[in-house]
C-alpha cells in the first residue's frame, strides 16, 4: 500500500496506533497543513501591502508634480564694461636755450719762469700792449669787444645748468686720516711690535678657562707726536676679556713714529691684529 495515497489524518491514525496522542506530536502534525497555509497567506498578504504601498506613493508623488510650477533656468548675462578713453599726455614744450652771449678776446698768460736756454718766441710771455682790452684765459682766443670773460654755454640763464656748485673744503690736515706716504711704525719695526706684546699680555683667566681664543682687531690713532689715542676694538668681540686685555697693552704702548704726508707729520688710523691662543 502506498502510502502517499493515504489521506493525512488517516495516516496520522495508523502512524500513532496504540501511541500517545496527548503527548503533542500528534497535534503538530494534523495541524501542519493549516500552518502552512496560513504562513503562505500571510507572507503573500504582507507583499501584497508593499507592492500596494509603492505603487500609491508613486501615484501622489506624480501626481504632486504635476501642481508644482515649471523651474525656469534665466540665463546669465554679463554687462557691458565701459572702456574708459586713455588721456592723451601732452609732452611739456621743450626748454629754451639762450644763445650765449660773445666771448670776449682772451690771451694765454703763463707764469715766468728763469731758464738758462733761449725761449721759443710762441712761448715767451705777453706784453702789456698785447693784454689790452683782452682777458686772462687759458688760452689765446679772438672775440668781440664787451664779450663774456668765461663761456657760460647754453642754458635758461645764460650759463650751463644754471647751478652754482660750491668747491669741496680740503680736509684738516691735522685730522686722522686712514692712509699716508709713510705710515707710522712702532719703534723697532714689527719685530720690536711683537716682542712687545708677548712681554706684556697676559691671557685672561676667564677666557682661558671657556677656551675661548680669537683674533681681537684693535683701532687707535697714532698722532703727530707719536702718543696713541681712541683705542676701541672693531669687528666681532670674541669675549672672556680678551678685548680689554688688548686694549690695555695698545694704551700702554710707546710714542711710535709718527706718520708723514708731504713731509709733515700727520694722525692716522692704525689697525692692528692682536692673536690669543692657548697653549696645547
Do not use: C
Not at 504632486?64 to 614744450?93: C, F, S
Not at 666681532?236 to 706718520?259: H, N
Amino acid at each position: 500500500m502506498d502510502s502517499t495515497k493515504i489521506p493525512g489524518n488517516e495516516f496520522l491514525d495508523i502512524l500513532f496506533y496504540g501511541r500517545n496522542k496527548d503527548y503533542g506530536a500528534y497535534e503538530l502534525r494534523s495541524r501542519y497543513d493549516k500552518r502552512v497555509r496560513n504562513a503562505i497567506i500571510g507572507t503573500a498578504s504582507i507583499m501584497l501591502v508593499m507592492i500596494g504601498s509603492y505603487v500609491l506613493n508613486n501615484t501622489l508623488m506624480a501626481a504632486g508634480n504635476e501642481h508644482r510650477p515649471p523651474v525656469v533656468i534665466k540665463p546669465t548675462e554679463l554687462a557691458a564694461l565701459d572702456i574708459p578713453e586713455e588721456k592723451k599726455i601732452i609732452p611739456p614744450p621743450p626748454a629754451v636755450q639762450n644763445t650765449p652771449p660773445p666771448l670776449a678776446a682772451s690771451i694765454k698768460v703763463t707764469t715766468p719762469v728763469i731758464v738758462d736756454e733761449d725761449v721759443q718766441p710762441d712761448e715767451m710771455p705777453p706784453k702789456n700792449a698785447d693784454m689790452v682790452d683782452k682777458v686772462i684765459g687759458f688760452k689765446t682766443a679772438d672775440g668781440v669787444e664787451g664779450g663774456s670773460d668765461i663761456d657760460l654755454g647754453p642754458g635758461e640763464l645764460g650759463g650751463g645748468a644754471g647751478v652754482v656748485q660750491s668747491v669741496a673744503a680740503a680736509p684738516d690736515a691735522n685730522g686722522p686720516v686712514t692712509t699716508v706716504e709713510i705710515m707710522p711704525e712702532f719703534p723697532g719695526g714689527e719685530a720690536a711690535l711683537g716682542k712687545y706684546l708677548n712681554n706684556n699680555m697676559r691671557y685672561p683667566h676667564v677666557a682661558q678657562e671657556n677656551d675661548i681664543q680669537g683674533t681681537v682687531f684693535i683701532q687707535f690713532v697714532v698722532n703727530r707726536d707719536g702718543s696713541i689715542t681712541d683705542v676701541k676694538t672693531v669687528g666681532a668681540a670674541k669675549g672672556g676679556g680678551l678685548e680689554e686685555e688688548a686694549k690695555r697693552v695698545v694704551s700702554k704702548m710707546p710714542k711710535w713714529k709718527p706718520g708723514k704726508q708731504n713731509g709733515q707729520n700727520v694722525a692716522v688710523y692704525f689697525n692692528l691684529p692682536i692673536r690669543f691662543v692657548l697653549g696645547q
